[in-house]
Every structure is written in structure tokens, then in C-alpha cells.
């Protein structure tokens, strides 16, 4: 991480005050509207709320969050494939947490845009005076929602360099309003300041009429919590921490605000939450559309909090080999900032169809927390084996383990009761997302049984003299072959068939790439091994699993210094070229594989390779995930062999012919 984002600055606060809290910043929306749900309004019920809401934003926000995993940082990154890279190699079955944490994000980047803009359009109902507002439909506001959506969602392309400025600024209004509301109605009800004591928050779920139930509601406050972590590359641990120190209070006094006004209108009685929206509620009448403006425009915020955070976890997952490869843009220079065409697709049909499925924020809340509290348990197994590997002293790791799980899995049983009120919607999209991760995961490690690994060495002169055979037609001057051998002394097997017996592919050099995804976010470096000089050359290239792997270009750069160094002569061997010294041709061969019918594979795993293909088919191919030139290169097959048939048992029969002879 750059110096400047470890700087604390005015600045700096305030880019992480328009980029992070989006999510989180606007339950104030929602989160008491779902608690009051059906319940009649009693001190009980909203100081035990509001002490779960305050303990909740303390011990799982402040605390784990804030001030514990943040310290997880890889060279700058968050987000929890950062936080995978660094445990990785700790323990194999870490990829399950990281996996799963990675689909209930994406699960949740469907479900944070419909219920924030829709919780903020509703409030049309309760502005006094104007009939069409008070009387509008459940259809037409369905209508208005997806059409922000898709104006959100069209511009994405573009990027958000120009508009990402004045998030910070908005955000700042969005939570002064938040403050100056609540603090307008603290003076309603003192009693609410008692939330402050844990004891109400226990005393609500131990005994109020299936309090425990209410944790699932009370969830909603911290689902923003996670961005924290996973923006922290954008902003720095510093910013963060002294951001949410005035987001923190201004949510808190608001949610006060909220309890007091309750307390002292609507104390005995219930209040249909469909149409009684609680933070609208405490505006003043000729505050309110101005009020329904400005939490409109935070809900886009946090929504496009939520789909660039997208964008960041799949180009992660594409470089630690956990989704298919798919086409990734860069449509400004600003770092971190890109686009991905299929999730962008992929993310405005999954929030139009739960917008048209639950048709408001009511319905929708039902669905909502049941899966971000997957990837916090994830994120908390992940987390522990960091401190392992920082070698922390074991007590405080079961004990952060203890507190943090039960906390966890409390608000995952609490949710599962919005199973079947909506929570199998998040559930099926997370689960679909967790199923293309593995397949993509245990297909590769499939397919790593079959790669034969031979060495480089025992073929040198076998090349060499297929160089040096002018009875081959040459195939290129200079041929060059993506492998996958970590070793430098050792190639597939596939390379050398390919070279020396598929139709010899006779060159003046020979090329071999090979493409190292470190741990490391941007790292961006190569190495020159010159295996014969002037004849074998490999070029490895490491890169962190934040860079795009411009293969072409970077190939091309790496020869350029190469050629000033007088390391290579690139000049064309053909006689006519040579002499008027042309620069010889470049031609990439990139193996791609097909399942051979010759397999014998137990039942699930042909299953798995099965749709591991049908998911390469409808992904981007080998080349232009290397960001390779179709023109310069040449794609072959080849047989996937992962478990041959076993001997066939097959009889040779004489004819009565043969044996009169």
C-alpha cells in the first residue's frame, strides 16, 4: 500500500466516506421498519432493539472489522480472496471459507441495490399533499427502481472516475442528515439512552416473545461491513478507521432518533411497516421529498459500491484460478477500476428479477442478511488462520474464534427463519455462484493428474536439430508456447508432442511462457532464461492476482529490452529478409484441451468435467484471457486423458477360412 493511503487526510476521509459506506450507511432505511414488523410497539422491544443494534455495530463492525481484520491487509488489498491469498498455502481446505464467502458477496451485490433504492422510493408515500405520491403503486414503483437500475448499470462501461468525486461529498449530507434527524427527536424519550447497557439487548432475547428471532432484523444494520475490509485498498487502514468513527455516531444517534420517536407516538400500538416508513417518519413535512431525494442518491451510491466491489471479487477469483475466464475492461486509468461485461449483465438481471419477485423493501428484507452471514463466518475461519500463520498467541485465537463464531452463527440461525420467506432466493443465487467456484477449483485439480511434466534437458538437441533442418518446412521464425511448468528445467509433455511429432513445428527460436499469479496484489515482474541462447528462450512472468495478464503486450515489451540488451536477434533467417533486416514473425501456440471419450471417471467427477466444459465454452478462451492477438496465434487440440479405460477385453476370432489354411 502506497504512503499516501496509509496518510490520514480530510481528503482521504472523504473518499472513503463516499466508497464504503454505502451499504451499510443506508439500513438506517430499513433495519427498525423490520424489527416493528407485525410487533406492537413496547419500551421492551425497542431498548432491547436498539442495545442489539449498538452492541451489534460494536462487537461486529468496530471490532472484528474495523479494528482486527483490517490489520489483514496484502500489501495494501483487502477483501477476502486478499485475505484467502495470504492463508492459502496454510491448509487446502481453506478454498471452501474463501469460496463461499466470495458467492454470498456476490449474492448479496443482487439484493443491496433492489432493497436500497426501493426502501428509499417508498418514502413518495408519505409526503402529504400530493395525491399520486400517497397513492402510488407497488407496480409503478417497481417500474421507477428498475429504471434506476438500468441507468446505473449502462454507465458502468464508462466508469466512475468523474462521479466517484462527489460520492464523498453526498455521503457526508447523507449522514449529517442522518444525525441532525435522530438528535431532533432524541428529546422525545429520554429512556432510549439506556440501549447503551448490554443488558437490555440480553433481556430482549432471553425474554421477549421470540426475541431471539429478532437478531435476524437486527443483522441488517451491520450487512455493509464487510466492504471495510474490501475496499481497503482504495482508501487505507487510516481513513477508514477515523471515518467510521463519525459514521458510527451518526448512525447511532439516528437510530435513537428513531426509537424515541416511536416510544412517544406510537407506544401500544402496531404499525403497518408496508406503508409506515420509520426513518421518513421523523423528517419534517416540507423536508421530506427533499429528504427522499438525497437517500435515493446514497442507495445508488451504495449500489455502485456494490458492483464495482463485484467487478474487484471476480477479477480476483479469475487470477486465483476460482471462476472462468471472462473479458475484463478498463475503462479509466484510476487504479482498481474496471469492468466486466458478463457480471454486469449477470448482476442487473439478478436485481430486476428480485425487485419484480418481492416487489418491496418489506418482502425483500426477508431475503436479505441470510447470506452475507455465510461470508462473515467465512471471513472470521480465514482470519483466525491469519493469526496463525502471524504465529499469535493461541488463546486469543480460540477466543476471537469463540466469541465471533457464536456471534455468527447466532444471527445465521436467527436468518434462517427467512428461509422460507424469501432467504432461498439468496440462498439459490449463492449456492449457483459457490457451484460455478468449485466446479471451476476441482476441475483444475482434475486435470492436474493428467499434466505430465518431462525434462527440458533430454529434448535440447532434438529441438536444435529440428531447427537446424532445412528439409522441414519452417512453421515460424520465432514460435512461441504458453506452459504452465513452474520448473524451468521441466515442459508438458503435450509441447514437446507438439514440436517434434503433431506435424514438426520447425523455428529459428523457440519461445516457452509461463504465467506465475503470485499472492501478491500487483506485483509485475519477468524473468529471462536463456535455455540455448539465441535458439531456447523461457520468459516467466510474475504477476499479482490484481493485474490484468496482457500477455501480448507486456511479451512484446520483454523482447523489446531483450533485442536493446543484444540479448536476441529477432531479424527474420529467411535469406531474402535477413539481408534488408526484416523482423521475423511471432506465432503463439496455446494447447487447449477437450475430454477424450478414453476415460473411465467416477460418476461425480465426470459430472464436473462435464460442466467445467460446457462453463469454458461459454467463457472467454485461453488466448484472449492471456490477452493475446488472435491473428498470432494458433490454437490445437488435445486429448484430455485424466483416467484411461481399463483393458478392454478384447478376443481375436479366426474365420473357418483361416484355420483350413
Request: one cysteine or more; charged letters at 15%.
Amino acid at each position: 500500500m502506497g504512503k499516501h493511503l496509509n496518510k490520514v487526510t480530510a481528503a482521504g476521509i472523504l473518499v472513503a466516506l463516499g466508497i464504503i459506506y454505502g451499504d451499510i450507511g443506508t439500513s438506517p432505511l430499513y433495519v427498525f421498519d423490520e424489527i416493528i414488523k407485525g410487533k406492537v410497539i413496547t419500551e421492551d422491544l425497542v431498548i432491547g432493539s436498539l442495545s442489539c443494534i449498538i452492541w451489534t455495530l460494536t462487537l461486529q463492525t468496530t471490532v472484528k472489522y474495523v479494528i482486527l481484520t483490517l490489520k489483514a491487509d496484502n500489501r495494501g488489498e483487502g477483501g477476502i480472496f486478499s485475505l484467502y491469498a495470504l492463508v492459502r498455502r496454510q491448509k487446502k481446505w481453506l478454498v471452501l471459507p474463501a469460496m463461499i464467502g466470495g458467492a454470498a458477496l456476490l449474492a448479496d451485490g443482487m439484493i443491496t441495490p433492489p432493497i436500497s433504492v426501493t426502501s428509499a422510493i417508498e418514502g413518495l408515500r408519505q409526503i402529504e399533499g400530493v395525491p399520486f405520491f400517497r397513492n402510488i403503486s407497488e407496480t409503478q414503483i417497481v417500474v421507477i427502481v428498475c429504471s434506476i437500475l438500468a441507468v446505473l448499470f449502462f454507465l458502468q462501461q464508462f466508469g466512475t472516475a468523474s462521479i466517484g468525486t462527489l460520492f464523498g461529498p453526498i455521503m457526508f449530507v447523507w449522514f449529517a442528515m442522518l444525525a441532525v434527524l435522530g438528535s431532533a427527536h432524541l428529546m422525545d424519550d429520554l429512556h432510549v439512552f439506556r440501549a447503551f447497557s448490554p443488558h437490555y439487548a440480553i433481556e430482549l432475547l432471553a425474554t421477549y416473545p421470540k426475541g431471539f428471532w429478532i437478531l435476524g432484523s437486527v443483522f441488517l444494520c451491520t450487512t455493509g461491513a464487510e466492504a471495510l475490509y474490501s475496499d481497503l485498498g482504495h482508501c487505507g487502514r487510516g481513513n477508514i478507521r477515523y471515518s467510521w468513527i463519525f459514521v458510527k455516531a451518526c448512525l447511532i444517534v439516528n437510530y435513537l432518533g428513531q426509537g424515541a420517536f416511536l416510544l412517544a407516538h406510537f407506544e401500544g400500538n402496531a404499525i403497518d411497516s408496508e406503508t409506515f416508513k420509520v426513518l421518513f417518519s421523523i423528517m419534517p413535512d416540507w423536508f421530506r421529498l427533499i429528504g427522499i431525494v438525497i437517500a435515493t442518491t446514497a442507495a445508488i451510491i451504495a449500489s455502485q459500491a456494490l458492483i464495482s466491489g463485484s467487478f474487484t471479487l471476480i477479477s480476483e477469483s479469475i487470477r486465483l484460478n476460482l471462476w472462468p475466464k471472462m473479458k475484463i475492461k478498463y475503462p479509466t486509468e484510476a487504479r482498481g477500476q474496471l469492468f466486466i461485461g458478463g457480471i454486469n449483465l449477470m448482476l442487473f438481471l439478478g436485481c430486476c428479477g428480485i425487485s419484480i419477485y418481492f416487489k418491496n423493501s418489506t418482502h425483500m428484507a426477508a431475503a436479505y442478511g441470510l447470506a452475507i452471514t455465510m461470508c462473515m463466518i467465512s471471513t472470521s475461519i480465514l482470519f483466525a488462520n491469519y493469526l496463525v500463520g502471524k504465529r499469535t498467541y493461541a488463546a486469543w485465537i480460540y477466543l476471537y474464534l469463540l466469541v465471533y463464531l457464536t456471534i455468527e452463527i447466532a444471527f445465521l440461525i436467527a436468518n434462517l427463519e427467512k428461509f422460507p420467506h424469501g432467504g432461498f432466493v439468496t440462498l439459490i443465487v449463492g449456492g449457483a455462484l459457490f457451484a460455478v467456484m468449485y466446479v471451476w477449483y476441482r476441475s483444475r485439480r482434475i486435470k492436474n493428474r493428467y499434466v505430465e511434466f518431462v525434462r527440458l534437458e533430454h529434448y535440447l538437441p532434438m529441438i536444435q536439430e529440428l531447427s537446424n533442418d532445412k528439409t522441414v518446412t519452417k512453421y515460424a521464425t520465432h514460435l512461441v508456447y504458453m506452459t504452465s511448468a513452474n520448473n524451468p528445467k521441466e515442459i508438458e509433455h503435450k509441447i514437446i508432442y507438439s514440436i517434434l511429432n503433431k506435424k514438426p513445428k520447425r523455428a529459428d527460436i523457440y519461445w516457452f511462457v509461463h504465467v506465475d499469479t503470485l499472492d501478491d496484489p500487483y506485483t509485475c515482474e519477468y524473468i529471462v532464461d536463456h535455455i540455448i541462447p539465441n535458439d531456447i528462450i523461457r520468459v516467466e512472468f510474475r504477476l499479482g492476482f490484481r493485474v490484468q495478464q496482457r500477455i501480448n503486450l507486456m511479451f512484446r515489451k520483454v523482447v523489446e529490452e531483450l533485442v536493446n540488451n543484444n540479448e536476441v536477434n529477432i531479424t527474420s533467417r529467411y535469406e531474402s529478409l535477413e539481408k534488408n533486416n526484416v523482423v521475423g514473425d511471432f506465432q503463439f501456440i496455446v494447447m487447449e484441451k477437450y475430454l477424450s471419450n478414453d476415460n473411465e471417471l467416477p460418476f461425480f467427477e465426470r459430472v464436473v468435467m462435464k460442466l467445467h466444459f460446457w462453463l469454458k465454452e461459454v467463457s472467454l478462451s485461453e488466448e484472449r484471457g492471456f490477452g493475446l492477438d488472435p491473428s498470432f496465434v494458433t490454437v490445437e487440440k488435445f486429448p484430455l486423458i485424466v483416467s484411461p479405460v481399463a483393458q478392454i477385453p478384447l478376443t481375436r476370432i479366426f474365420s473357418e477360412y483361416d484355420q483350413n489354411e
